[in-house]
């Protein structure tokens, strides 16, 4: 959880950078300024997702819900790009998505784990 959560935080680095961000998620450049404004939105989110993956993984408390809710957010991204945006696989996108897919099946994994283990 903490490797996933800190892998996750690195989508901040888009609130700097978001033509960089989304550059090497998508290949293509941030044209305007909304398209500026969405992509450090997004960014902020996704790090948040991380953020609450990192507190979870210290919080047995909130743990089951920080997996849930960045697990949803992850298999939503990957919905989206493999219905919608195909054409995004060859650029950081694909690497997103597999290694998202890994992390929400260690999730799923972890909490039927220790759902049965209670």
């Known amino acids: 959880m903490l490797v996933s959560g800190v892998l996750t935080c690195s989508m901040l680095l888009g609130?700097?950078?978001p033509g960089a961000s989304f550059r090497s998620?998508?290949?293509e450049e941030v044209e305007g300024a909304a398209e500026n404004i969405i992509v450090r939105n997004?960014?902020?989110l996704i790090g948040l997702m991380g953020i609450t993956l990192v507190y979870g993984a210290f919080k047995p408390a909130v743990r089951q819900f920080s997996l849930i809710i960045a697990g949803a957010s992850?298999?939503?991204?990957?919905?989206?790009?493999l219905y919608f945006g195909k054409q995004y696989m060859e650029f950081?996108?694909?690497?997103?998505?597999i290694v998202d897919s890994i992390m929400?099946?260690?999730?799923?994994?972890?909490l039927l784990l220790s759902r049965t283990s209670k």
């Open 15 to 17: 609130l700097l950078s």
């Open 25 to 27: 998620t998508f290949g």
């Open 42 to 44: 997004w960014s902020a």
């Open 74 to 81: 992850k298999v939503i991204f990957i919905a989206l790009i």
């Open 92 to 97: 950081g996108a694909g690497t997103a998505v």
């Open 104 to 110: 929400v099946a260690l999730f799923v994994l972890y």
